[in-house]
């Protein structure tokens, strides 16, 4: 089987509500690899508010594409290193990380239908359920509209809800956080989100003002590029740190390990260079006593945590309207089945790139 063309295109997905009162849209980068056997490989990889889509199209057209054509796309592991280690003038972190994602994604869906089998099982299946956490808040939200949006996630029986805490007087933000609290009462369980709004004294801080919700975790409480400072809110809080969604290499994943400076890693497939990498993230988390968590697109990253027995949760977040895809995975008492389709069991609907096609 050989690789005979690789497509790629920028569709402009707007978002649902109540995701629309921060982000009027985001832009999926998507790769389409086909083969001389009939079969195609979709991947794609999100940009969150449409940064920098254009720019992830263009270094994988002209810096990635070129190094699969004509080869065996079942031959993953060969060409994701291929991909890695080719360009030594722009590390594949950034942009380019979500580059060698889309494609990657694209070559693991391939490989699984292939063989016939979804790519949980192909990896070794330690599930085929899992449980997932409702996640949204932002800081555009009022206070109704957060309790709404946590009681719509409880109503598929998830049993955690992700806040942001963005306001820049840490009182108003326990405030937010207690009123959600109070409204969903202690069958919930809360996790807020800081996104490195802070500084390391900020941080602790805040978090000390939240000691008393017996929260899950304080995610990305500094700048992702701050190891140590990360590691020093860990040490110097009782909330369990998570983080992970802006590292893009085992390599700095390694670096939050051996540091102890998060609870719950958290990468993300779309931008930790795909699956492969992901898996690796994974299984060096195992070696440290670490959760994985993997940061949204939940409609794929269940393939991943169904393979890890050290996964917690997947983060159900409705990015998507309801015309992108042929079916999504279904969140029922709390927990997704993990799509038994050949792949990753994801699918444009046959209008999507026409109706979301970015101009």
């Known amino acids: 089987m050989k690789i005979t063309s690789i497509d790629s295109v920028v569709l402009r997905v707007p978002c649902p509500r109540p995701m629309a009162l921060e982000f009027a849209d985001h832009r999926m980068v998507a790769a389409f690899i086909s083969t001389d056997a009939g079969l195609e490989g979709f991947g794609y990889t999100l940009a969150f508010g449409g940064g920098g889509a254009e720019a992830i199209q263009v270094y994988l057209e002209t810096r990635l594409k070129p190094l699969l054509l004509g080869e065996d796309p079942r031959l993953v592991e060969r060409l994701w290193e291929k991909m890695f280690r080719a360009d030594r003038g722009i590390r594949r972190v950034g942009l380019a990380g979500y580059a060698v994602s889309a494609l990657d994604i694209a070559l693991w869906d391939l490989a699984g239908k292939a063989a016939g089998q979804p790519l949980y099982r192909m990896w070794g299946a330690a599930t085929d359920r899992v449980e997932a ?65 802070l500084d390391v004294l900020s941080s602790i801080r805040q978090a000390r003002m939240l000691e008393h919700l017996d929260l899950v975790w304080y995610e990305e409480p500094v700048l992702a590029d701050d190891y140590a400072g990360c590691a020093e809110v860990a040490r110097s809080i009782p909330i369990p740190v998570a983080t992970g969604e802006n590292h893009y290499t085992r390599f700095e994943f390694r670096e939050l390990c051996e540091r102890r400076a998060a609870r719950y890693l958290m990468p993300d497939i779309g931008r930790a260079n795909g699956f492969s990498e992901t898996l690796r993230i994974g299984h060096l988390a195992a ?14 990253s269940l393939q991943v945590a169904g393979a890890l027995s050290n996964a917690f949760l997947v983060e159900f977040m409705s990015w998507a309207p309801a015309d992108l895809f042929v079916e999504q995975p279904r969140c029922e008492n709390g927990s997704f089945r993990i799509p038994d389709r050949p792949g990753h069991g994801m699918a444009l609907t046959p209008d999507a790139v026409k109706k979301y096609r970015a101009p």
């Open 287 to 300: 070696a440290h006593g670490l959760f994985v968590s993997p940061h949204v697109v939940h409609e794929i």
């Open 133 to 197: 956490y409702g996640s949204g808040g932002w800081a555009r939200y009022s206070v109704d509209d957060i309790i709404a949006e946590a009681r719509h996630y409880a109503s598929f029986g998830c049993r955690y809800y992700k806040m942001k805490i963005h306001d820049p007087n840490p009182r108003e933000n326990v405030k937010r956080v207690e009123a959600v609290r109070k409204a969903l009462g202690d069958d919930i369980r809360l996790m807020v989100d800081v996104n490195q709004k």
